[in-house]
């Protein structure tokens, strides 16, 4: 099972990033993906969830209306488009896969992670 997510990197505030995650057939298909962050010193917290079929999402409050999560499923990958990033959205960003269908905003219910990918917004 594997989850690579890219995309990260180092924008000033009101840009925009696209954090993609490629996934494995086995750990993609049929499964709900789920993004959460995680500051220094902070708790990982959820970011933004989708269903296996992609008619499902959920929004933290914190970024609903500038985040959006989608998922091509032929290509095993689920994206998220960061839009008037702000410094407080400086964090490593997980995807994560649950073996589910139907999305979930609680970590604990996410069966596999990927590494990574660091999301540094400057004022």
């Known amino acids: 099972v594997q989850l690579q997510a890219s995309g990260g990197g180092l924008v000033q505030a009101g840009g925009s990033l696209r954090l993609s995650c490629a996934a494995s057939?086995?750990?993609?298909?049929?499964?709900?993906m789920g993004w959460f962050r995680q500051a220094p010193g902070k708790e990982r917290e959820f970011v933004s969830s989708?269903?296996?079929?992609?008619?499902?999402?959920y929004y933290a409050d914190s970024v609903r209306g500038r985040f959006t999560i989608s998922r091509d499923n032929p290509k095993n990958t689920v994206y998220l488009l960061m839009n008037s990033l702000k410094p407080e959205d400086t964090a490593a960003y997980y995807c994560a896969s649950r073996v589910w269908a139907t999305a979930s905003v609680d970590d604990k219910d996410y069966d596999y992670w990927g590494q990574g990918t660091q999301v540094t917004v400057s004022s």
């Open positions: 057939r086995r750990s993609f298909t049929g499964y709900a």
């Open positions: 989708i269903d296996s079929s992609g008619s499902t999402t």
